[in-house]
């Protein structure tokens, strides 16, 4: 088994040879580096995969590489408004770039999902592009690059996609299947959680870097989103004890502004499993809520990204850390942490995934364990105070993530084999361990990605 010394280094070597460069300049990382199997996408930049590298590279004095990576996907950034609905619509960002060599020289070619599986666009990359801009003037003190004006614009390209009118009243964003990590039909279309977390922590970045002027109203209208997404979010997907006895007293078909039952949620969908696995101690927020629907599922991404932003209250915060403690062995296993929890088996996988062979259960995205969700782990926590939790998660990775070469994902129920797809040396698995260890070293690293209690929230009807 490798040392903690060997493997730190290893791992640091394993991240600088995954960088990708741009007629001489660093501009980001590629997704994998196995020379064993396609490349496919995996030699490709992937916005949400670089965040990990990212934070590392900022938290070891290798901004450069952070800023160049904000200025070339800002000038990928889809600048028309077109009808054409083959065409990524105004604000996106790319789900990937690369530079291939053509006519002698180099030249970025961006994906907007065009060439993705089930060809789906997608939605978090340019919240996480915002997230990151913040991180980056977080660690610089670069106020003056978010404040240039291609900057300020393409910011505000993004708010007006996400803050258009469309065909709902909620405060959250309606987005198709596979539209963030899980980029796999998963049973997980409508109001996820983690696009919410991701777009609430976007506007909480929005609102400090864009520039007071707001003759177009956005700064208003993403501080008034603000307090409306924190309620919405904190009043209706919270799931605990108390919730879970309001749900089952539930009277359905109820009308007007003064229902209970907000979503027509019928007592009778309250999964058995659910039942029996929800600790006395400790909650979590709900993977999806929409008419007639609540999704019981553990989603890690999204509840974690809750802590380390804040969009959970202090108490929330703890009582997430508290249901991961409780429930460790089927959340952690042997390889933190598990994607979401529990998978979906029999009737339910065939429905949820239309037959994937990738997402057969307890495997990739359907209950597998992906070491990228560590440094989440880690940061939020750091952020409560659960150190012992943070450092009993990295002595699980230190003692496989090396000598498994560092793959993508793992399987079964608890994570005890590497991914049957799974790619070796996979970027951001190597940069959770780093950023993980930094964290856990200098816990100031938090304030890049994290913001403080927000108690603003505001009711809504809808």
Request: aromatic share 12%; with cysteine.
């Amino acid at each position: 088994m490798p040392t903690y010394k060997n493997l730190v280094e290893d791992a640091q070597k394993a991240l600088e040879a995954s960088i990708m460069y741009y007629k001489g300049q660093a501009v980001g990382t590629i997704a994998a580096r196995d020379r064993d199997a396609l490349a496919l996408n995996y030699d490709q930049c992937f916005v949400r995969d670089f965040v990990s590298s990212a934070l590392v590279f900022l938290t070891t004095g290798r901004e450069d590489i952070v800023r160049n990576f904000l200025e070339i996907t800002l000038t990928l950034q889809s600048q028309e408004r077109r009808m054409d609905c083959f065409k990524p619509g105004l604000g996106l960002m790319p789900a990937s770039f690369k530079v291939e060599l053509r006519g002698g020289g180099e030249v970025l070619i961006a994906d907007f999902g065009e060439h993705a599986i089930a060809r789906v666009t997608p939605i978090d990359s340019c919240l996480w592009w915002m997230i990151l801009l913040r991180a980056y003037v977080k660690a610089t003190g670069d106020l003056a690059l978010a404040n240039r004006s291609d900057f300020q614009h393409g910011m505000r390209l993004i708010l007006r996609l996400c803050l258009e009118t469309r065909f709902d009243m909620y405060p959250t964003l309606l987005v198709p299947d596979g539209s963030f990590m899980i980029d796999r039909r998963m049973g997980v279309y409508g109001y996820p959680l983690e696009i919410q977390a991701l777009f609430y922590a976007a506007l909480r970045s929005a609102e400090e870097l864009l520039l007071p002027n707001d003759l177009d109203g956005i700064r208003t209208a993403v501080i008034e989103r603000l307090g409306h997404l924190a309620f919405h979010m904190r009043s209706y997907y919270w799931l605990d004890m108390q919730r879970l006895s309001e749900i089952y007293h539930y009277k359905g078909e109820e009308f007007g502004i003064s229902a209970v039952n907000k979503f027509n949620i019928y007592a009778s969908s309250i999964p058995a499993w659910f039942i029996n696995w929800l600790p006395d101690e400790g909650g979590y927020f709900a993977g999806n809520i929409g008419p007639g629907l609540i999704d019981f599922r553990f989603f890690t991404l999204g509840n974690l990204m809750s802590v380390i932003t804040s969009l959970s209250t202090k108490e929330q915060s703890s009582n997430i850390l508290t249901l991961v403690a409780n429930r460790w062995d089927d959340l952690v296993g042997q390889m933190p942490m598990k994607i979401c929890f529990p998978a979906v088996e029999d009737r339910d996988w065939q429905l949820f995934t239309g037959f994937d062979p990738k997402n057969v259960p307890w495997s990739y995205h359907n209950g597998g364990n992906w070491p990228v969700l560590l440094w989440f782990l880690v940061a939020a926590a750091v952020k409560t105070g659960n150190i012992q939790l943070a450092e009993n998660a990295i002595k699980l990775t230190e003692a496989r993530l090396g000598k498994d070469l560092f793959p993508e994902y793992y399987d079964g129920k608890n994570g005890r084999l590497i991914g049957k797809e799974a790619r070796r040396y996979q970027t951001w698995s190597i940069a959770a361990f780093l950023l993980s260890k930094q964290l856990i070293a200098n816990p100031e690293h938090l304030k890049l990605i994290s913001f403080e209690e927000d108690n603003r929230a505001m009711a809504c009807e809808f």
